[in-house]
């Protein structure tokens, strides 16, 4: 029992290893990164943070790129620069993939749907 014990961690070990290097999806990327804080939740942008529904693909990628290059075409780019960075570049693409798929939702009270009415309200 403890000779197979023995075989069996390592192999757990390392199919753990393997799964931690796989690149995260383009949406899990978005919430992990806050993206919706500024850009909101489904792209449509807030504010001085542009609106990303709509634009395609390699355009995104560009853009990407050019942050994590820190130039910024707007004044308020500049806090973008560092969440371009933290990126590597398989998560680069795949952000720019999913970005490219988002769709205009057609719900203008889509955030009232969101919203618990029976929540305090705090953030």
Known sequence: MIKKLFLILPLTLLANDNNSTKTKSG???????????????YGEGMGSAPRLIGQKE????KRLKALQKGKTISPFGGI??????????NETIEMSKYLSKLKKVENPERYDN????????SS
């Open 27 to 41: 949406e899990l990327l978005y919430i992990e990164n806050s993206c919706n804080a500024c850009h909101g939740n």
């Open 58 to 61: 390699e355009v995104l990628l």
């Open 80 to 89: 973008m620069v560092s969440f371009a960075k933290s990126l590597d570049e």
């Open 114 to 121: 969101e919203y618990d009415p029976s929540d305090d309200g």
